[in-house]
């Protein structure tokens, strides 16, 4: 079956650092790729996605490129800060479009 | 105005007890989720609904029942909770079972003692 495994946190930053979150997969087909993000006490928000090979998805100076050849969606951002302190699923979409997986949420703590 | 909303945020409760969780979504979604993030943070998806007919059911205790009056609810009712039913449970819609993105609500953290 489908799986995500991405890095077990937590992770912490000083502000302004460059992040970086790994995210591989197993799937069968050529599933779709999105990165959640949840801040405390709410639901999880789509991020960003991306739905073929190469694509780059990017959103609130996130970003993360879908390497086939890797089975990988590593999700970058050039300087965080503390605004970003949160918890980061990755997950992919069945061939179907009807079942998502998720990894097990990264959490990223950022410090002034 | 929220788009996912899930009632209640936090449930405490006795063991044996039988307990509902309610979502409603105004977002005229067609498809309605509902998912368990268990203490390790992995989110696993329990009940799809489309249109209020179930059309994914993993493997979850019979305990677990969902309801849908219409397709902007979707309710969850646990029977009989256990010990390691706690955990916090996402309602979750999307435009219909195709859709790849999904919104969530807030969450309910249920803790059995």
């Known amino acids: 079956g489908n799986s995500v495994t991405q890095m077990e946190g937590p992770v912490t930053l000083s502000e302004e650092a460059f992040l970086t979150i790994n995210c591989t997969y197993t799937a069968t087909g050529y599933p779709s790729l999105f990165w959640y993000v949840q801040y405390p006490g709410e639901g999880l928000q789509l991020l960003l996605k991306a739905t073929k090979a190469d694509d780059k998805g990017s959103n609130k100076g996130f970003e993360a490129t879908y390497r086939k050849e890797t089975t990988s969606f590593h999700l970058e951002k050039g300087s965080v800060q503390v605004s970003d302190s949160a918890v980061y699923f990755c997950a992919l979409m069945n061939n179907a479009g009807n079942m998502l997986t998720f990894g097990g949420g990264t959490r990223l703590m950022v410090k002034p | 105005d929220t788009a996912v909303s899930q009632t209640p945020k936090y449930l405490v409760t006795q063991m044996g007890n039988d307990k509902s969780i309610k979502c409603e979504q105004n977002l005229g979604h067609d498809t309605m989720y509902w998912y368990k993030q268990d203490s390790k943070k992995f989110l696993k998806i329990m009940f799809s609904?489309?249109?209020?007919?179930?059309?994914i059911n993993e493997t979850v205790p019979n305990r677990f029942s969902p309801k849908s009056p219409d397709k902007a609810h979707l309710n969850l009712h646990i029977n009989s909770l256990e010990l390691g039913d706690s955990a916090v449970y996402f309602c979750?819609?999307?435009?219909?079972?195709?859709?790849?993105?999904?919104?969530f609500g807030s969450g309910t953290r249920l803790t059995v003692v």
């Open positions: 609904y489309n249109n209020k007919e179930l059309i």
């Open positions: 979750a819609s999307s435009l219909d079972g195709h859709s790849m993105a999904r919104t």
